[in-house]
């Protein structure tokens, strides 16, 4: 198998794969041909740098097309692709390539210069005199014949619980998205699809053009900061038919702009964290689309969602249920999945052996409807036991995140000498609200809402929560009551 000859080749070379917006608001539109030819080019190039099968490749670019054909590159070869988060800081780039140690990076030159010494690459210079059509270029390397099992990306965990572990996926993983592509994402031929998940993020590496293009779908990639009017403009101006983002990017569009009727849209999708169910709901409003969340790890790829046939009505919050085919139960509270029925299930951690057992417990606490939609309560390891009671920070978060007060919050166990833990919020406040007197009145508000005992007994206040690369709330740090 081989994703180039599999996917990429099969499209009419003259349709439409990205999209791309760059920094200065240029707008360009790639066709396969496009893509096909440079990534060729490019394979050519990093066979000349000494890049073999089975090497890794590491990338540190930002939402640009150069990134894609990167990735395509590395497919058509064989490489191991890993894509990076560009704003890892130089420490995190120094232990993530002790452990993958890759035989070259390609990246922008803002970036790059974080990289440990010794790392041959290749900045945005190098790939357009690779790209140049009138200067000579090496010979462009054979697509390999490759085995499902064979190593085709390397992505890390978020680090919100620990040290984040490099997950090995394998070249099944790519056209294995097909199932939650065609039954969550649910991109329509011929539709624009943006997911703004950062590279680095198992997200995008699977939704940002992997799953457009499984739904014979174009890409949208954006190079820009994030700002909710701009997000929305941008939506808007393009006509973006599927919009896929994080929780926390629609819980601040909900919170600091008017949400437009956005004509062109018919699907919004998120994954990554919880999802409020008053952010649904401010969608709906607007748009007449309720959000349909999912659900996966980084190890599984996606689980669970709200397919294209279910309705979110009365189920807000909810993480939907499992894709088809794919089996799940819950013991103990934690969902449990069966790798055999995950057509994205990982290979490996990188030096650790393969997991082989039968059921994988992902550690995630859930709760399940008559109807089979899950909830997600928390990390197991997040949970607070309080005089004896279990409490999960999810419910506590959404009611809290709820006040208009409150602009982010992640509900962390405080050490107690009576009652083991008591609830912890950590708050950002939103952009003009007072925090005198806002304790008692934020502890009054979620003792009306949930039962008594699940009330925050320790909130504080911070500029900004403490965040993984990837964007999640680093609990790891927080459950330090100094942090």
């Given at each position: 198998?081989?994703?180039?000859?599999?996917?990429?080749?099969?499209?009419p070379?003259?349709?439409?794969?990205?999209?791309?917006?760059?920094?200065?608001g240029?707008?360009?539109?790639?066709?396969?041909?496009?893509?096909?030819?440079?990534?060729l080019?490019?394979?050519g190039?990093?066979?000349e740098?000494?890049?073999?099968?089975?090497?890794?490749?590491?990338?540190?670019?930002?939402?640009?097309?150069?990134?894609?054909?990167?990735?395509?590159?590395c497919?058509r070869?064989?490489?191991?692709?890993?894509?990076?988060?560009?704003?890892?800081?130089?420490?995190?780039l120094?232990?993530?390539?002790?452990r993958v140690?890759?035989?070259?990076?390609?990246?922008?030159?803002?970036?790059?210069?974080?990289?440990?010494d010794?790392?041959?690459?290749?900045?945005?210079?190098?790939?357009?005199?690779?790209?140049?059509?009138?200067?000579?270029?090496?010979?462009?390397?054979?697509?390999?014949d490759?085995?499902?099992?064979?190593?085709?990306?390397?992505?890390?965990?978020s680090?919100s619980?620990?040290?984040?572990?490099?997950?090995?996926?394998k070249?099944?993983?790519?056209?294995?998205?097909?199932?939650?592509?065609?039954?969550?994402?649910?991109?329509?031929?011929?539709?624009?699809?943006?997911?703004?998940?950062?590279?680095?993020?198992?997200?995008?590496?699977?939704?940002?053009?992997?799953?457009?293009?499984?739904?014979?779908?174009?890409?949208?990639?954006?190079?820009?900061?994030?700002?909710?009017?701009?997000?929305?403009?941008?939506?808007?101006?393009?006509?973006?038919?599927?919009?896929?983002?994080a929780?926390?990017?629609?819980?601040?569009?909900a919170?600091?702009?008017?949400?437009?009727?956005?004509?062109?849209?018919?699907?919004?999708?998120?994954?990554?964290e919880?999802?409020?169910?008053?952010v649904?709901?401010a969608f709906?409003?607007?748009?007449?689309?309720?959000?349909?969340?999912?659900?996966?790890?980084?190890?599984?790829?996606?689980?669970?969602?709200?397919?294209?046939?279910?309705?979110?009505?009365g189920?807000e919050?909810?993480?939907?249920?499992?894709?088809?085919?794919i089996?799940?139960?819950?013991?103990d509270?934690?969902?449990?999945?069966?790798?055999?029925?995950?057509?994205?299930?990982?290979?490996?951690?990188i030096?650790?052996?393969?997991?082989?057992?039968?059921?994988?417990?992902?550690?995630?606490?859930?709760?399940?409807d008559e109807?089979?939609?899950?909830?997600y309560?928390?990390?197991?390891?997040?949970?607070?036991?309080?005089?004896?009671?279990?409490?999960?920070?999810?419910?506590?978060?959404?009611?809290?995140?709820?006040h208009p007060?409150?602009?982010?919050?992640a509900?962390?166990?405080?050490?107690?000498?009576?009652?083991?833990s008591?609830?912890?919020?950590?708050?950002?406040?939103?952009e003009?609200?007072?925090?005198?007197?806002?304790v008692?009145?934020?502890?009054?508000?979620?003792?009306?809402q949930?039962?008594?005992?699940?009330?925050?007994?320790?909130?504080?206040?911070?500029?900004?929560?403490p965040?993984?690369?990837?964007?999640?709330?680093?609990?790891s740090?927080?459950?330090?009551?100094?942090?």
């Amino acid at each position: 198998m081989n994703f180039i000859e599999d996917v990429i080749q099969k499209f009419p070379f003259s349709q439409e794969a990205v999209v791309a917006i760059d920094a200065e608001g240029q707008r360009r539109v790639h066709h396969f041909s496009h893509l096909f030819a440079r990534s060729l080019g490019l394979s050519g190039a990093m066979l000349e740098s000494g890049v073999r099968r089975g090497d890794v490749v590491l990338t540190l670019v930002g939402h640009r097309v150069e990134w894609v054909i990167s990735m395509l590159a590395c497919f058509r070869m064989g490489a191991i692709a890993y894509p990076c988060n560009p704003q890892l800081t130089k420490q995190d780039l120094e232990e993530r390539t002790a452990r993958v140690s890759p035989a070259l990076a390609i990246g922008e030159e803002r970036y790059l210069g974080s990289l440990p010494d010794g790392i041959p690459y290749m900045d945005m210079d190098d790939l357009a005199r690779v790209f140049d059509e009138d200067l000579d270029q090496a010979m462009p390397a054979q697509s390999a014949d490759l085995s499902p099992d064979d190593p085709a990306l390397i992505v890390f965990t978020s680090g919100s619980m620990g040290m984040p572990k490099a997950v090995v996926h394998k070249q099944s993983y790519l056209t294995g998205q097909t199932l939650q592509a065609r039954n969550w994402f649910g991109a329509r031929p011929g539709e624009l699809a943006w997911c703004t998940a950062a590279p680095g993020w198992s997200k995008s590496s699977r939704n940002v053009f992997i799953a457009p293009w499984l739904c014979d779908a174009r890409a949208l990639l954006v190079d820009e900061r994030f700002d909710p009017l701009t997000r929305l403009e941008i939506a808007a101006r393009e006509g973006v038919n599927v919009l896929c983002q994080a929780p926390t990017e629609y819980r601040m569009i909900a919170n600091r702009v008017e949400i437009p009727e956005l004509p062109a849209l018919r699907r919004l999708v998120s994954a990554g964290e919880a999802m409020n169910a008053d952010v649904v709901e401010a969608f709906r409003s607007a748009t007449g689309i309720a959000i349909a969340d999912g659900y996966g790890q980084t190890e599984t790829g996606h689980v669970t969602g709200f397919c294209l046939e279910d309705d979110v009505a009365g189920r807000e919050g909810s993480m939907g249920r499992p894709l088809p085919g794919i089996e799940t139960r819950i013991e103990d509270g934690v969902l449990e999945v069966r790798p055999e029925t995950v057509p994205t299930f990982f290979s490996h951690y990188i030096g650790e052996e393969p997991f082989t057992g039968e059921w994988w417990n992902t550690g995630d606490l859930v709760e399940e409807d008559e109807d089979g939609f899950l909830y997600y309560l928390g990390r197991s390891d997040d949970l607070i036991q309080s005089s004896g009671y279990r409490i999960g920070p999810v419910e506590i978060e959404s009611v809290l995140a709820s006040h208009p007060a409150v602009a982010e919050v992640a509900v962390v166990p405080a050490p107690d000498p009576e009652r083991g833990s008591v609830v912890r919020a950590v708050i950002v406040t939103s952009e003009g609200a007072s925090r005198e007197g806002l304790v008692e009145e934020l502890q009054a508000f979620c003792r009306d809402q949930t039962a008594p005992y699940k009330y925050p007994r320790v909130i504080d206040f911070v500029d900004a929560l403490p965040k993984t690369a990837t964007g999640k709330v680093a609990r790891s740090r927080l459950k330090n009551p100094e942090a």
